[in-house]
């Protein structure tokens, strides 16, 4: 499941708001753009309600939650139609609107000078309605897709509306311009009699045993003898013939045929000796007195399951029986394939019918005719190709679509032959915030009137004056905080109302605030907890760019703590084999004490859909030796295994008692894996808070800490799904 959004956060209950552009948003003053603030466009409105309600059944140690702002991360605003064909990794397509997060697709990346395709995964999938254009190319092909959708071209990344300047100013599709891919593709016909009968004549012409005959048997009558068998080291192909067979009213047995061998692999066979289910199999695979489309599709599958190959670049089918080589031809011929037959003289009259066009018709080829066994992958091919990829027109439908859209390992995927972006997850910079800011699609909703509103909710009589948390969604201290300033009044409301709270942030600009937050801590219990990400400054050059130095979090720790206020710190996340090293940990650790943190927690990394290709690009591009290592952490979920989490509990513990940071409750150490107070950080459900980052004791709504461990042997961690985000 995503991260979940309360509906108390929305601007609009009765109609959902999208983001950038935003045109129904109720409460909205005005967008603007400063010059401090470039790439980021602020929509200030007047909200509703501030105070949003987490739900009961939620493992979050806290009842209320604020978010100043909405909308630190990327939002959603590329998309397709639902019928756009993706490439997967087998060689076959799908339905953009029928992928699901984890299929294998095909995407790129550049390996030097040149692009090539490679395996990647769907790692989220979602869904709107947007404005709708058509994208028509030289060679044919028509792609549907949002004005803001972006396609590969010779000139770089080009969304498909845009302008020259003003507001609307990005680089946009013309008809100078040519898409990257392989081009116009079809889609796969529907199984039907003709199709069946076709691939099943294809198949057993080209490599069953079909016969029947009769033997002599001293004293005895002459015997018929009924056979039909179908040995292939692919099931697939036996796979879809028995299904074929069966849907005719043949049964056929499986049974192994040869053993794999050092070079040879398996073989498993179908087969019958019932004479009249060999009758009707002899029917069936007749060569027919007129050909249909739906038939010379199904046998050109057929006959490439029996006898076609791949490899190295060439298509091709081979077989000795001259009939079959003449209707293979006829068939290629019929649907514009240019194949030729070539006979290099062997004794046994073996030819082969090659198919000439390159990758471009061989995956035309494929998705025709749809054979079972897969021979047609792109993995690692250069991003190359005769095609007409030339942009011949734009057309506004001038209407609104269903659209889809996914997030993929490689930022990109092939939809109709050519190369598409994709959306990055609305969670993109969740933990690492690796486009922070400076991504031109940035959008934040400015909730302007927030303490004025939040005054008034608690000063209901029904207000129980529980803990209110703050910075569990979004930052409320992200860099638009410095041009609004609506924590001090939220401070204030929170405070003179007698409510206990808490702030988690990774922003330096909470020192601003240390005044307001010591006056408040002698009023109500009061957390703060600092996420300090990466320590090593080159990583954090490298990941975290535009985001406050470790130096400078370390700071703001030292001042609160000087100031008498409690600050638990968030070492997240630790980077397997990149900063869970002895010294690195040794020297984070000793930073955080000497800063004088309350307590600490360590978190290894997580990579959610959005994070996760971020990160494995940049891994892949300065540490290339270490993703086998990641795909094998993070193969099966966002999250490291438990023996990972183990293993780092066990390396950190010895350190955090060294530095004094293991003398709360038991000790912080495990705080890594003790399911006693696996309360579930936001985005992480197995670790817990560190002491100093929530309220505790004596106030509605703040549970005690023996409350908090005795409450949570009982339950269960949370679901991956309920969890909120830590900024």
């Given at each position: 499941m995503?991260?979940?959004?309360?509906?108390?956060?929305r601007?609009?209950?009765?109609?959902p708001?999208?983001l950038?552009?935003?045109?129904?948003?109720?409460?909205?003053?005005?967008?603007?753009?400063?010059?401090?603030f470039?790439?980021?466009?602020?929509?200030?409105?007047?909200?509703?309600?501030?105070?949003?309600?987490?739900?009961?059944?939620?493992?979050?140690?806290?009842?209320?939650t604020?978010?100043?702002?909405?909308?630190?991360?990327?939002?959603?605003?590329?998309?397709?139609?639902?019928?756009?064909?993706?490439?997967?990794?087998?060689?076959s397509?799908?339905?953009?609107?029928?992928?699901?997060?984890?299929?294998?697709?095909?995407?790129t990346?550049?390996?030097?000078?040149?692009?090539?395709?490679?395996e990647?995964?769907?790692?989220?999938?979602?869904?709107?309605?947007?404005?709708a254009?058509?994208?028509?190319?030289?060679?044919?092909?028509?792609?549907?897709?949002?004005?803001d959708?972006?396609?590969?071209?010779?000139?770089?990344?080009?969304?498909?509306?845009g302008?020259?300047?003003?507001?609307?100013?990005?680089?946009?599709?013309?008809?100078?311009?040519?898409?990257?891919?392989?081009?116009?593709?079809?889609?796969?016909?529907?199984?039907?009699?003709?199709?069946?009968?076709?691939?099943?004549?294809?198949?057993?012409?080209?490599?069953?045993?079909?016969?029947?005959?009769?033997?002599?048997r001293?004293?005895?009558?002459?015997?018929?003898?009924?056979?039909?068998r179908?040995?292939l080291?692919?099931?697939?192909?036996?796979?879809?013939?028995?299904?074929?067979l069966?849907?005719?009213?043949v049964?056929?047995?499986?049974?192994?045929?040869?053993p794999?061998?050092?070079?040879?692999?398996?073989?498993t066979?179908?087969r019958?000796?019932?004479?009249?289910?060999?009758?009707?199999?002899?029917?069936?695979?007749e060569?027919?007195?007129?050909?249909?489309?739906?038939?010379q599709?199904?046998?050109?599958?057929?006959?490439?399951?029996?006898?076609?190959?791949?490899?190295?670049?060439?298509l091709?089918?081979?077989?000795?029986?001259?009939?079959?080589?003449?209707?293979?031809?006829?068939?290629?011929?019929?649907?514009?394939?240019?194949?030729?037959?070539?006979d290099?003289?062997?004794?046994?009259r073996?030819?082969?019918?090659r198919?000439?066009?390159?990758?471009?018709?061989?995956?035309?080829?494929?998705?025709?005719?749809?054979?079972?066994?897969?021979?047609?992958?792109?993995?690692?091919?250069?991003?190359?190709?005769?095609?007409?990829?030339?942009?011949?027109?734009?057309?506004?439908?001038?209407?609104?679509m269903?659209?889809?859209?996914?997030?993929?390992?490689?930022?990109?995927?092939?939809?109709?032959?050519?190369?598409?972006?994709?959306?990055?997850?609305?969670?993109?910079?969740?933990?690492?915030?690796?486009?922070?800011?400076?991504?031109?699609d940035?959008?934040?909703?400015?909730?302007?009137?927030?303490?004025?509103?939040?005054?008034?909710?608690?000063?209901?009589?029904?207000w129980?004056?529980?803990?209110?948390?703050?910075?569990?969604?979004?930052?409320?201290?992200?860099?638009?905080?410095?041009?609004?300033?609506?924590?001090?009044g939220?401070?204030?409301?929170?405070?003179?109302?007698?409510?206990?709270?808490?702030?988690?942030t990774?922003?330096?600009?909470?020192?601003r605030?240390?005044?307001?937050?010591?006056?408040?801590a002698?009023?109500?219990?009061?957390?703060?907890?600092?996420s300090?990400?990466?320590?090593?400054?080159?990583l954090h050059?490298?990941?975290?760019?535009?985001?406050?130095?470790?130096?400078?979090?370390?700071?703001?720790?030292?001042?609160?703590a000087?100031?008498?206020?409690?600050?638990?710190?968030?070492?997240?996340p630790?980077?397997?084999?990149?900063?869970?090293?002895?010294d690195?940990?040794?020297?984070?650790?000793?930073a955080?004490?000497?800063?004088?943190?309350?307590?600490?927690?360590?978190?290894?990394?997580?990579?959610?859909?959005?994070?996760?290709?971020?990160?494995m690009?940049?891994?892949?591009?300065?540490?290339?030796?270490?993703?086998?290592?990641?795909?094998?952490?993070?193969?099966?979920?966002a999250?490291?295994?438990?023996?990972y989490?183990?293993?780092?509990?066990?390396?950190?513990a010895?350190?955090?008692?060294?530095?004094?940071?293991?003398?709360?409750?038991?000790?912080?150490?495990?705080?890594?894996?003790?399911?006693?107070?696996?309360?579930?950080?936001p985005?992480?459900?197995e670790?817990?808070?560190?002491?100093?980052s929530?309220?505790?004791?004596?106030?509605?709504?703040?549970?005690?800490?023996?409350e908090?461990?005795?409450?949570?042997?009982?339950?269960?961690a949370?679901d991956?799904?309920?969890?909120?985000t830590?900024?």
């Amino acid at each position: 499941m995503d991260v979940m959004r309360w509906d108390a956060q929305r601007l609009d209950l009765e109609e959902p708001t999208t983001l950038p552009g935003m045109p129904s948003i109720r409460g909205l003053l005005r967008s603007v753009q400063v010059p401090e603030f470039p790439g980021l466009t602020f929509h200030e409105v007047r909200a509703k309600s501030a105070l949003n309600h987490v739900p009961g059944e939620s493992a979050m140690p806290f009842p209320w939650t604020i978010n100043p702002y909405r909308g630190c991360s990327h939002s959603c605003v590329y998309c397709l139609s639902g019928d756009t064909r993706i490439l997967m990794a087998d060689g076959s397509q799908r339905n953009l609107s029928d992928l699901r997060v984890g299929d294998r697709i095909v995407g790129t990346e550049k390996r030097g000078t040149y692009r090539h395709y490679v395996e990647t995964e769907v790692l989220a999938h979602w869904s709107t309605v947007k404005p709708a254009h058509r994208v028509i190319l030289r060679d044919g092909t028509e792609i549907v897709a949002s004005g803001d959708h972006r396609f590969l071209t010779g000139r770089g990344w080009k969304h498909v509306t845009g302008s020259m300047s003003g507001a609307g100013q990005r680089p946009y599709l013309t008809t100078n311009d040519s898409l990257l891919g392989f081009g116009r593709t079809v889609g796969a016909l529907d199984a039907c009699d003709d199709y069946r009968r076709g691939y099943l004549t294809g198949m057993v012409r080209g490599d069953a045993d079909l016969k029947v005959y009769r033997y002599a048997r001293s004293g005895r009558k002459h015997g018929d003898v009924h056979r039909f068998r179908l040995a292939l080291a692919d099931r697939e192909g036996l796979h879809r013939t028995h299904a074929d067979l069966t849907q005719e009213g043949v049964t056929t047995d499986w049974f192994d045929f040869t053993p794999a061998t050092e070079r040879r692999r398996a073989m498993t066979a179908i087969r019958t000796s019932a004479a009249a289910s060999v009758a009707r199999i002899m029917r069936l695979t007749e060569w027919p007195g007129e050909t249909t489309t739906a038939w010379q599709r199904g046998f050109l599958a057929g006959i490439f399951d029996a006898g076609g190959s791949r490899s190295q670049g060439v298509l091709r089918i081979s077989n000795a029986d001259d009939e079959i080589l003449r209707r293979t031809g006829e068939a290629f011929a019929a649907f514009g394939f240019d194949a030729v037959l070539e006979d290099t003289g062997l004794t046994n009259r073996v030819r082969t019918v090659r198919l000439r066009g390159g990758l471009r018709e061989h995956l035309r080829f494929v998705h025709l005719v749809d054979p079972a066994v897969r021979k047609c992958t792109v993995d690692g091919m250069a991003v190359k190709s005769d095609a007409d990829l030339r942009v011949v027109c734009i057309e506004d439908l001038g209407r609104e679509m269903p659209m889809f859209d996914i997030t993929t390992g490689t930022g990109d995927f092939v939809a109709n032959g050519v190369i598409s972006h994709n959306c990055f997850a609305r969670k993109t910079h969740e933990w690492l915030e690796m486009d922070s800011g400076r991504d031109f699609d940035s959008q934040v909703v400015v909730k302007t009137n927030l303490a004025d509103v939040l005054r008034r909710e608690l000063s209901r009589p029904s207000w129980k004056h529980e803990h209110v948390a703050l910075g569990t969604n979004t930052d409320p201290y992200q860099r638009a905080e410095g041009r609004y300033k609506l924590m001090p009044g939220v401070i204030r409301a929170l405070a003179d109302s007698g409510t206990p709270f808490s702030i988690l942030t990774k922003g330096t600009l909470l020192r601003r605030d240390i005044p307001l937050l010591v006056e408040a801590a002698g009023q109500v219990p009061l957390g703060l907890g600092v996420s300090l990400a990466i320590w090593d400054d080159e990583l954090h050059n490298g990941l975290e760019p535009g985001v406050p130095t470790p130096k400078a979090r370390l700071d703001l720790v030292r001042a609160l703590a000087d100031a008498g206020l409690p600050c638990g710190v968030f070492l997240a996340p630790v980077l397997p084999a990149l900063t869970d090293g002895v010294d690195d940990l040794d020297a984070a650790l000793g930073a955080i004490a000497a800063a004088g943190a309350t307590g600490v927690t360590v978190i290894p990394l997580h990579l959610r859909p959005g994070a996760r290709e971020w990160f494995m690009a940049w891994l892949a591009r300065e540490h290339p030796e270490l993703v086998p290592r990641y795909q094998q952490l993070y193969a099966r979920r966002a999250y490291v295994p438990a023996e990972y989490r183990t293993w780092l509990a066990q390396r950190v513990a010895p350190l955090l008692t060294k530095h004094s940071l293991d003398r709360h409750s038991g000790g912080t150490a495990r705080k890594v894996v003790d399911p006693v107070i696996t309360s579930g950080v936001p985005g992480d459900p197995e670790v817990g808070f560190p002491d100093g980052s929530l309220p505790t004791g004596g106030m509605p709504g703040v549970r005690p800490k023996s409350e908090l461990a005795s409450v949570l042997r009982a339950g269960t961690a949370p679901d991956e799904g309920d969890q909120l985000t830590l900024l």
